[in-house]
């Protein structure tokens, strides 16, 4: 009786925690750089469906704003279940609903078969013989693109015997009558096909998290798949990022708000090389005696600067100023990399995200941005970069995405000479960083 009793118990205990732990992490949210980005795959009956719902319902009842991406699948207009064509469907219309979405005001997207389940039914069909190996790696390579990969930040497959599943099938019909899929040889295949992916490309994907859901209650499997979710989402949220003592940096010279004489940028990076840390996030902006460590970059083109115009319900239009001529990035935690390139990555990666463009700019040291008589300035040193966009077709790109992102960090901008800039001073509202670099004239 007391066994009977416990389980229950035990569950309830760890809903609450998983409760309280989402109220916490939903506080880290302001922190995040787009959408975070959950897939669900697995085996037919392995209660994917009923854990997508389950998460999806969770999140929403703790105020997270939840994007489902449904199952293809059901709606796909090609009857050939299992072959080639359904598969690239299914994968190619749910990518595209999630290049769709990636830059919206959602918290969270959950996909419901993705690239990840794709790649599964792949190799279920290079298996069977029904493509050939350059029809395999041609779709493999396409699924495995790092400009939609890299926007995966958990996998979670789930898997079930075939005779498990067959089990759950025939419990919830009348007839027993198999199924194209619903086969016992089938699903065999397929079960094993899950495994094959797992070794195979959980390697290219940042977390794949494997659940097998056989003898398992349903609200006992719900709990511990978001529970492995938090923790993923909190170290999107969270992660460690590059901070110095303050002591340290109160020894650069930065009386006019910076510095950007020759080696000045050289002098800062020794300071960031010999005194810095990683800490999380959340703890950097509660310590006052840390400087976060920003990479900054300030575009141009043909003399002139690219100007953000923030939108009034941004709240930094009200911290910081209206407008500004620079983007950059907190600096993460990356083992094995020098602070050199890791500050100039940190940038490159910033610009890459927000322009979805897959290369390399070419960056020039300015110097830094730090001042300490302003109380929001001075609780981040800006590493600044400028940043040269050679390409027109870039630029135009630029002007038209104008690094809008519906998060409530928009901006519009328009590249502008720096002569005008300085005629227009007065009425730019710039904040504290783009004034220093207009004063310094160190951007040509």
């Known amino acids: 009786m007391s066994d009977t009793t416990e389980e229950p118990e035990k569950i309830e205990q760890e809903v609450a925690e998983l409760e309280s732990r989402a109220d916490a992490l939903r506080d880290l949210l302001k922190y995040a750089p787009r959408p975070f980005v959950i897939e669900f795959a697995g085996t ?5 469906s009923t854990s997508v719902e389950s998460v999806r319902h969770f999140l929403n009842r703790h105020d997270f704003r939840v994007y489902l991406l ?4 059901a709606v796909c207009p090609i009857p050939m279940k299992g072959h080639l064509f359904f ?16 830059d919206t005001d959602s918290d969270i997207i959950v996909v419901d078969r993705g690239l990840f389940d794709a790649l599964v039914w792949l190799r279920m069909q290079e298996n069977r013989g029904e493509l050939t190996g350059y029809e395999a790696r041609t779709f ?12 995966i930040d958990l996998v979670v497959v789930m898997n079930v ?3 498990d599943a067959l089990a759950r099938e025939n ?3 009348i007839t027993r009558k198999t199924g194209s899929i619903m086969t016992g040889d089938v699903l065999a295949t397929l079960s094993r096909s899950v495994n094959d992916a797992v070794t195979e490309y959980g390697k290219n994907f940042k977390r794949v998290l494997v659940h097998n859901t056989g003898g398992e209650d349903v609200r006992e499997s719900g709990v511990k798949i978001t529970n492995e979710i938090l923790d993923c989402l909190e170290q999107f949220l969270n992660p460690k990022i590059l901070v110095v003592p303050r002591e340290y940096i109160e020894r650069l010279d930065s009386t006019a708000g910076g510095n950007f004489a020759p080696g000045s940028f050289e002098k800062a990076l020794t300071c960031v090389k010999e005194n810095g840390v990683f800490v999380q996030r959340d703890e950097a902006e509660h310590r006052d005696d840390l400087v976060q460590i920003v990479s900054a970059g300030v575009l141009v083109r043909d003399n002139r600067v690219f100007l953000f115009q923030r939108r009034e319900a941004d709240p930094k239009y009200r911290l910081y100023g209206k407008t500004t001529v620079w983007q950059g990035a907190h600096v993460q935690k990356e083992t094995g990399k020098d602070f050199s390139d890791l500050l100039r990555e940190t940038l490159q990666t910033r610009l890459s995200r927000n322009l979805f463009l897959s290369r390399v700019f070419q960056t020039n040291e300015l110097g830094y941005c730090w001042d300490a008589k302003d109380p929001i300035s001075s609780r981040h040193l800006g590493m600044m970069y400028s940043v040269t966009i050679d390409n027109p077709h870039t630029a135009a790109d630029l002007r038209k995405k104008a690094f809008k992102r519906k998060r409530g ?8 000479p720096w002569e005008e800039l300085k005629k227009r001073g007065d009425d730019l509202n710039l904040e504290p960083w783009s004034q220093t670099l207009l004063d310094s004239q160190s951007v040509k």
């Open 140 to 151: 493999e390579t396409f699924l495995l693109l790092d400009r939609w990969r890299s926007l």
């Open 409 to 416: 960090h928009s901006l519009v901008g328009e590249f502008v």
């Open 70 to 73: 449904s199952e293809r699948a």
């Open 44 to 48: 037919p009956k392995s209660g994917k």
């Open 161 to 163: 015997s075939a005779d």
């Open 171 to 173: 419990a919830q019909r």
């Open 87 to 102: 598969n690239t469907w299914c994968a190619s219309s749910m990518l595209a609903e999630l290049l769709a979405n990636i």
